[in-house]
């Protein structure tokens, strides 16, 4: 199959040819829903924490005599059941959130992905993108002429300058292959693969 090809304009200048295990595969839903939801599962930190009946601070002393009072019998305050007390099940800081998720599944949940932002008309290839110097204004005229305004870069090799020029502006990322995630590229209006990045794609999820 093939994808437009743009200028420096944003237009379309002419198509190249892609795999279509990469860029024409079927989209399959319930997959890419499984390897988004542990793509941010696997980010998690267990930095939350609950205490518990040991933790929480309390008097051991017995709140009300043993019998007599008509009340069930307590030992001390930091009984889960009391208000103020200690949690029966707390949360830890060393939960943990991972999910497991095949190479196999994961490179055909990515292929799919990539094959309906091609069908959305929301993933296009450039030449490639140079800047001259790491500035962020020459960047952001080169996106504005190309109406992109949330877009992810999919660069064959980010080089200082243009990881300085984009790390200021709002709804921009330009990461390697490598680092393309299933989260990024599902909430980006818009996808940009240089033209040598697009061989290394097909070379890791074919």
Known sequence: MQVELLNDQGQAASNIDVLDTVFGRDYNESLVH???????????QGTRAQKDRGTVKHSTKKP???????????GMTSSPIWRGGGRAFPNTPFENFTQKVNKKMYRAGM????S??????????????????????VLADKFKAMNLKSV??????????????SRNLP????????????VSLVFFKKVIVT??????LQEMFA
């Open 34 to 44: 499984q390897i988004v939801v542990a793509y941010q599962a696997n980010a998690r």
């Open 64 to 74: 009300f005599k043993q019998k007599g009072t008509g009340r069930a019998r307590a």
């Open 111 to 114: 292929a799919s992905i990539f």
């Open 116 to 137: 309906q932002l091609v069908r959305d008309g929301r993933l296009a290839v450039v030449e490639s993108l140079k800047l001259e110097s790491p500035k962020t204004k």
């Open 152 to 165: 992810l870069v999919i660069a064959d090799e980010v080089d200082e300058n243009l990881y300085l020029a």
């Open 171 to 182: 709804n921009v990322m330009v990461v390697e292959p490598r680092y393309a995630d299933p």
């Open 195 to 200: 033209k040598a990045a697009v061989a290394k």
